[in-house]
């Protein structure tokens, strides 16, 4: 039975993650390890935590020696997994009873690398709000970026394969998991899985909800452009790729014509023969 490993990066949350400590302890999927990485959170965090997870050896937990980013922070728990399936749950957060054993069926298939579900936003006492509602994305297709947003939360993918990309870009502070998830797809099949799997808590302290939205869109074209350079792709829809990153709006005008409705029709199309055939 193939091992999972729940990769959690803590920065002052320890307050909300007895709800995700509770989520973890009533997954269906039994072969589980729970890494936590602390990045030297200036709150409470670290003996909250402890005190929640006990003497449970399935909980490793570690401690960065200084503030070091998400960047960093998640490509260490990545490095310290021992599992053969990774993903990240965030501290204030929580997955449903079968988000791991829903993820890990579809890991039996060789050529699936990564998997992505529903995500269900929640209120401050994660009371469900409204389903991020998403679909299976085209596999296999060099001009697919992820934008607008359709892979997102719970994000699973094979530890073996990371290890075969670059790697999680560790100068990043925003847009880092999409950075992830691009390379992961140049490298297999991406699976869709249609049910709500994540509960993903809005509050004032969220990093990725307050104020990081404007740097989060520059990031966002970065880890496009840098995946387009990755690719070897020269142009776009008959428009060429400029040599060097300048500004967002030079990379996201590329990307204009996928909001068309012809060229949506056809994406739809694609993917349901993607779906029949394989």
């Known amino acids: 039975m ?3 490993s729940i990769l959690i990066a803590n920065y002052n949350n320890g307050k909300y993650f007895k709800e995700c400590y509770d989520s973890i302890m009533a ?4 072969n589980w390890e729970a890494v936590i990485l602390d990045d030297a ?3 409470d965090s670290v003996s909250t935590i402890k005190k929640i997870i006990g003497g449970d050896r399935r909980f490793r937990f570690f401690e960065n020696p200084a503030n070091s980013g998400v960047g960093i922070t998640k490509s260490k728990l990545i490095e310290l997994a021992e599992g053969d399936v990774c993903g990240f749950v965030d501290p204030d957060d929580a997955i449903t009873p ?3 054993s829903s993820s890990m069926a579809n890991f039996q298939k060789k050529e699936v690398v990564l998997t992505y579900s529903i995500f269900m936003s929640c209120d401050e006492n994660l009371r469900p709000l409204n389903p991020f509602r998403t679909r299976q ?3 296999n297709d060099p001009f697919f970026f992820n934008y607008p947003i359709q892979i997102a939360h719970f994000v699973c993918f094979s530890r073996k394969i990371y290890l075969q990309t670059e790697k999680m870009n560790t100068a990043m502070r925003i847009s880092e998991d999409q950075d992830l ?3 992961m797809y140049e490298k297999g099949k991406v699976k869709f899985i249609n049910e709500v799997n994540y509960l993903y808590r809005l509050h004032s302290g969220g990093i990725s909800q307050n104020d990081n939205k404007s740097r989060s869109y520059e990031y966002f074209a970065k880890v496009i452009f840098n995946a387009m350079k990755r690719r070897n792709l020269k142009k776009i829809n008959g428009r060429n790729i ?3 990153y300048t ?3 030079e990379i996201y005008d590329l990307l204009e014509y996928q909001h068309s409705i012809p060229y949506r029709i056809k994406k739809k199309i694609s993917i349901f023969a993607q779906q029949i055939f394989g």
């Open 2 to 4: 193939m091992k999972f």
């Open 27 to 30: 997954q269906e999927y039994k």
């Open 41 to 43: 959170s200036t709150d």
């Open 98 to 100: 079968t988000a791991i």
């Open 137 to 139: 994305v085209k596999n």
């Open 181 to 183: 998830y691009l390379k």
């Open 242 to 244: 400029p040599d060097e």
């Open 247 to 249: 500004h967002s709006k």
